[in-house]
Antibody, heavy 121, light 110 residues
Framework: EVQLLESGGGLVQPGGSLRLSCAAS????????MSWVRQAPGKGLAWVSS????????YYADSVKGRFTISRDNSKNTLYLQMNSLRAEDTAVYYC??????????????WGKGTTVTVSS | QSVLTQPPSASGTPGQRVTISCSGS????????VNWFQQLPGTAPKLLIY???QRPSGVPDRFSGSKSGTSASLAISGLQSEDESDYYC???????????FGGGTKLTVL
């Protein structure tokens, strides 16, 4: 069974850092693009970042560019999101999602249950 | 506001057919395929439709999708109480080089 399990969320002060992880199982992790999508309390879905499967090209939403870094360790079947200079508006549930293709941008077909990040003093 | 435009709410009675629209532009919907997600309260989004009109295995054929130009729509026929949920459209945007989502539509089954 294809599964994604996020971890690493928590309470952090404004300006702080946090690293999210997404452990993948049930599929050949290196063969697929992966993404992070977030949902602020009471709001809709918002794309954060994506990384391709084979060549590791990265893409970022303007709202997080320069502050967040997406990466993957294909040997550990794990996706990461390093979040620096966190702001109150980064407060959200963060989901990782698998694409159906290696290059991405086609279809996010499997989602994790999410991990909650709260930025507050 | 969201790059893709959806109505904030929709409603129907059991057995009815409802449609949810999603409006975009040439850099997103016209250029790429559209996905639809269902999100039940307190749960992660679930893929409902991909590639404009394809259903993943396990999704009932009551759900269908279509695309024309810069717009897409999701249709739900034979509405059931368990269809009460939030629905989101999404696609890749070639200008933004990223995914874009609609603001979501809350479907109420009366």
């Amino acid at each position: 069974e294809v599964q994604l399990l996020e971890s690493g969320g928590g309470l952090v002060q404004p300006g702080g850092s946090l690293r999210l992880s997404c452990a993948a199982s049930g599929f050949t992790f290196s063969g697929y693009a992966m993404s992070w999508v977030r949902q602020a309390p009471g709001k809709g879905l918002a794309w954060v970042s994506s990384i391709t499967g084979t060549d590791g090209r990265t893409y970022y939403a303007d709202s997080v560019k320069g502050r967040f870094t997406i990466s993957r360790d294909n040997s550990k079947n794990t996706l990461y999101l390093q979040m620096n200079s966190l702001r109150a508006e980064d407060t959200a549930v963060y989901y990782c999602a698998k694409d159906r293709t290696s290059s991405g941008g086609y279809c996010m077909d499997v989602w994790g249950k999410g991990t909650t990040v709260t930025v507050s003093s | 506001q969201s790059v893709l435009t959806q109505p904030p709410s929709a409603s129907g009675t059991p057995g009815q057919r409802v449609t949810i629209s999603c409006s975009g532009s040439t850099s997103n919907i016209r250029s790429n395929t559209v996905n639809w997600f269902q999100q039940l309260p307190g749960t992660a989004p679930k893929l409902l439709i991909y590639s404009n009109n394809q259903r993943p295995s396990g999704v009932p054929d009551r759900f269908s999708g279509s695309k024309s130009g810069t717009s897409a729509s999701l249709a739900i026929s034979g509405l059931q109480s368990e269809d009460e949920s939030d629905y989101y459209c999404a696609t890749w945007d070639d200008s933004l080089n990223g995914w874009v989502f609609g603001g979501g539509t809350k479907l109420t089954v009366l």
